[in-house]
């Protein structure tokens, strides 16, 4: 009679350890995610991801070498406001000859608020022309304007 009431137990324990075997499995591939792998810097998605991470880290001036002038002109009417994107995803790309379309989504954070702090997501597009053989931003979410002088981090 004694048997009956252990194998409960070790069934139960056999469970248990299997849940946190998981959640450490889980936590581990969490936080040894690194940074996303660069693109090559020759093709539209490079400089898409080299110029997004120069505005969200606040370089105007790495940022700014992958505008064209056209777009550099646009600082004149630009201003700041809402929350800075935190992240920009890559959804997808049209090439056609020496222009490009890339489809990004862009994830802003904002603090406070009853529930804690909240994600905006928004879908835009870049649009690049490739000159003298580079690829350059020709227009850019607003989101992600880069100007001259300008600091964009907080």
Request: glycine share 8%; proline share 7%.
């Amino acid at each position: 009679m004694n048997a009956a009431p252990g194998k409960p137990d070790r069934i139960l324990l056999a469970i248990v350890s299997a849940i946190v075997l998981l959640v450490i499995v889980a936590l581990a591939v969490v936080f040894t995610r690194g940074d996303p792998e660069a693109l090559d810097g020759s093709t539209p998605q490079g400089v898409v991801q080299r110029y997004s991470t120069a505005v969200i880290d606040g370089d105007p001036a790495t940022a700014n070498s992958y505008l064209t002038e056209a777009a550099n002109s646009l600082c004149a009417d630009h201003r700041e406001n809402g929350p800075l994107p935190t992240r920009v995803v890559l959804i997808s790309t049209t090439e056609k000859g020496n222009s490009a379309l890339i489809k990004v989504s862009v994830v802003s954070s904002g603090s406070g608020g009853p529930f804690g702090p909240s994600e905006y997501e928004m879908e835009d597009r870049f649009s690049l022309v490739k000159t003298d053989g580079k690829w350059l931003v020709d227009q850019a979410p607003y989101q992600l304007l880069s100007c001259t002088g300008s600091s964009v981090k907080p």
